[in-house]
């Protein structure tokens, strides 16, 4: 009897649950005070409240900015497809990995005429990515259907990343580059953090199978495991400086003066730069990989008025 009772409530109750989903963002943006959400969120990752007044910390002043000024640039630049318009503009269309298609519909993409090797995601969001090595090998028909679910699902929301939400979803595809860094699983992921410009440290993401996999480097190569949060046990590897290091730095300049912060994540595969994306909030302001050290002196060198 119960069971029964259980099965029917689940038939009844389940198209309300997808009619929740489906209007969830929309109810999430137009009702709910972004502002308190996103103290309430910093709360609950550091112990207190931020201090709108006189913020001190990385993440503290990054809220800061995305409340007190405008930020409509953002969007662009978190878009993985538009972001390659303002990468030309600035004259490093060089350094652009290969694009190999984009999609407004899943339906619309024609695997055929894709290479045997591709990266494929949506523009919007994070993680939303299939590396695809061999596509003979791979599922395409589960990819197809990730990717329709991914396109559908708003970025942003849970954790009031406001820039994204006016984000027009997409799927492309680019070249998959070559990992040729011997020590690490998968091809090595180089954040600079960046202010006004100028580049301030490196975070190496490898084996990107954990997030927390990180080495830090300053501007001279030299290893600052203090930057690396506490809580991160693992015994960060010694990544060799990359051969388009100082390139890598130029370029900072070139595509970050106009911000006051924002991380610019890069790739070198077989002796060349290849620029990944801009990011403005990292980590979703948790703080992600970042010791508390780290967010201080880097709450210093960001400057706001």
Not at 125 to 150: E, M, P
């Amino acid at each position: 009897m119960r069971h029964t009772i259980k099965k029917i409530l689940k038939i009844f109750l389940y198209p309300v649950y997808q009619l929740y989903k489906f209007l969830r963002p929309t109810i999430v943006r137009k009702f709910q005070n972004p502002k308190k959400v996103a103290d309430k969120l910093y709360f609950n990752n550091f112990g207190r409240h931020i201090n709108w007044n006189h913020p001190t910390e990385l993440n503290e002043k990054i809220r800061w900015l995305q409340f007190n000024t405008d930020i409509s640039i953002w969007t662009k630049l978190a878009d993985k497809y538009l972001v390659r318009e303002f990468v030309k503009e600035k004259g490093c269309e060089d350094i652009l990995i290969p694009l190999l298609g984009m999609w407004e519909k899943v339906d619309d993409i024609d695997f055929d005429k894709l290479p045997d090797s591709f990266v494929i995601k949506t523009n919007h969001g994070s993680g939303h990515v299939f590396a695809v090595t061999d596509k003979s090998k791979c599922n395409l028909v589960q990819i197809r259907k990730d990717l329709k679910k991914f396109i559908k699902t708003p970025f942003g929301i849970d954790t009031v990343e406001t820039h994204y939400f006016k984000i027009y979803p997409v799927i492309i595809a680019e070249k998959l580059l070559l990992n040729d860094l011997a020590i690490s699983s998968s091809i090595a992921d180089y954040k600079f953090y960046c202010f006004n410009g100028e580049p301030f440290c490196c975070g190496v993401f490898y084996d990107r199978g954990e997030e927390k996999n990180v080495t830090f480097y300053d501007m001279n190569w030299c290893r600052h495991d203090e930057w690396r949060n506490e809580k991160n046990k693992s015994e960060p590897k010694d990544i060799p400086q990359p051969i388009t290091f100082e390139q890598m730095k130029s370029t900072c300049k070139i595509l970050a003066s106009e911000f006051p912060f924002v991380r610019m994540d890069y790739y070198e595969s077989e002796g060349k730069l290849y620029f990944g994306e801009f990011t403005f909030t990292p980590a979703a302001l948790t703080g992600g990989s970042l010791s508390k050290l780290a967010m201080i002196v880097m709450g210093e060198k960001l400057k706001i008025s």
